[in-house]
């Protein structure tokens, strides 16, 4: 290191605008799977039987629905977050990115990780809450990966 260089400090995403970036991430995707599932939902249903019940329809919509969000969200937070933009567009759209702890980008299976153990930050109550209690605003999936949410790095 140069001892002219100005030293860099990492400033870390707090809780707010981490919940607020998922909050935007979570409406879009709700969005997007009430759009798809439900005309994909309708092709199942008459490929399956020849025509669609009203009585099927609601339960086939529902597990077409649900298993699409899963995989969409899935693979929008996964391959949104280990690709060179290191963010999603809610995180994007507050100036926030994940990264490893030593700064670098997350590996897809790494961002699989991390978007799974987001269900045990969810079932452990207190995971999300993590992040506004501890020194590098980490939840407990990114702990569980090794993971940081960055804000920017300044001189």
């Known amino acids: 290191m ?4 100005p030293l860099k400090e990492t400033l870390y995403a707090g809780f707010w605008r981490r919940a607020l970036a998922i909050l935007l991430d979570v409406l879009m995707l709700q969005v997007v799977v009430v759009i798809v599932s439900f005309p994909i939902g309708l092709a199942i249903g008459y490929y399956l039987t020849g025509h669609v019940a009203p009585s099927d329809l609601e339960a086939l919509y529902t597990v ?3 298993g699409l969000a899963l995989t969409l969200q899935w693979l929008y937070f996964a ?3 280990s690709s060179a933009l290191q963010a999603t567009l809610g ?3 507050l ?3 994940v990264t490893t702890l030593d700064g670098s980008r997350m590996s897809l299976g790494r961002a699989s990780g991390r978007y799974i153990s ?3 930050s969810i079932l452990s109550i207190i995971g999300f809450y993590l992040a506004g209690w501890t020194k590098r605003k980490q939840a407990l999936h990114d702990f569980i990966v ?3 949410v960055v804000r920017k790095v300044t001189a």
Do not use: C
């Open 2 to 5: 140069n001892i002219n260089e």
């Open 79 to 81: 391959l949104m977050e």
């Open 118 to 120: 987001k269900y045990l």
């Open 95 to 97: 100036g926030i990115r």
């Open 91 to 93: 995180k994007m759209a």
């Open 64 to 66: 077409v629905s649900v």
């Open 146 to 148: 090794g993971t940081v």
